[in-house]
């Protein structure tokens, strides 16, 4: 089960798993942005964020699919992402 934080979800999202999330309950999550399912809007900026945490948390997956999802951003929302993913990792 994800553990919610007090971390806000995105705009119009769900919200995100606190800093106690392995990198497979990231990895979800980031395949839910990804998809736009669960719930979730569809948004690969947030996505990008969820997949890169994982990866950081040891997923193989989130690593592949952040690399492909890179590939389909603007430089600007991966840079976005990135910082995203710097914020998450400084609440926690």
Do not use: C
């Not at 990804?34 to 997923?59: C, E, I, K, W």
């Amino acid at each position: 089960m994800i553990d919610m934080l007090q971390t806000e979800a995105p705009e119009g999202g769900i919200p995100l798993p606190g800093p106690e999330s392995s990198g497979d309950e990231l990895f979800r999550m980031g395949l839910l942005y990804s998809t736009g399912q669960g719930g979730a809007p569809l948004d690969y900026v947030s996505a990008h964020m969820l997949f890169n945490l994982a990866a950081m948390r040891g997923s193989m997956e989130a690593r592949l699919y952040r690399k492909e999802l890179s590939s389909e951003m603007d430089p600007g929302d991966v840079a976005e992402a990135q910082r995203q993913a710097r914020e998450w990792l400084a609440q926690g």
